[in-house]
């Protein structure tokens, strides 16, 4: 006499906490003038072979861990660290960042067009081999193109911890995508 139905209108991912792929282009503001120089892009900033890759486990829908390599080039004749430079330096940093999402606090995570978030964590940057260690702070956003493949931009501030000689306070920019692998995936 009674019936029951159960009516879904859109299928989820079980996978709510994927590994992430990511790469992309990064860019490195290291003009040690503070924000003074930040609108001075010829000069202060360095984009040379400026690749990034990065893979992530997401945990508990909100957080995240991720690990980053980024290759640039501060070029001969630009500011970097308060000097300008005398040849080209090559740099290659590794960073491991817990990142929040915060934008589930307010967005439905499954209809949202971006999910925002923050991170914080260390660093090693090599500059032509020589180490210099930060501790680094970022925000960034995640764009929705698919259900698996994002848009992602991320400004991190890195922070130098050991008065290094090589090493100084930078920022770095990040563009590029992402994307989401579900846990079966690697079955």
């Known amino acids: 006499m009674f019936t029951t139905i159960d009516v879904n209108s859109q299928a989820y991912l079980d996978d709510d906490n994927p590994w992430i792929l990511g790469f992309g282009l990064n860019v490195i503001y290291d003009s040690g003038e503070g924000i003074n120089g930040v609108f001075d892009v010829k000069d202060n ?44 330096t090559n740099f290659f940093g590794i960073e491991g960042m817990f990142k929040y999402y915060l934008t589930n606090l307010y967005l439905n995570k499954y209809r949202a067009m971006y999910e925002g978030y923050m991170s914080s964590g260390v660093g090693v940057g090599f500059y032509d081999g020589e180490m210099a260690t930060t501790a680094n702070v970022g925000i960034g956003i995640n764009y929705y193109i698919t259900e698996s493949l994002r848009l ?33 995936d690697f079955n």
């Open 45 to 88: 900033y360095n984009y040379s072979n400026p690749f990034r890759i990065v893979i992530e486990k997401r945990f508990k829908n909100d957080y995240g861990f991720e690990v980053a390599g980024s290759f640039n080039r501060f070029l001969e004749g630009k500011n970097v660290n308060g000097s300008i430079a005398r040849e080209d």
């Open 152 to 184: 992602n931009g991320q400004v991190t501030g890195n922070f130098s911890v050991d008065n290094s000689k090589v090493g100084s306070n930078y920022i770095q920019y990040n563009l590029g995508f992402i994307i989401r692998l579900k846990d079966d």
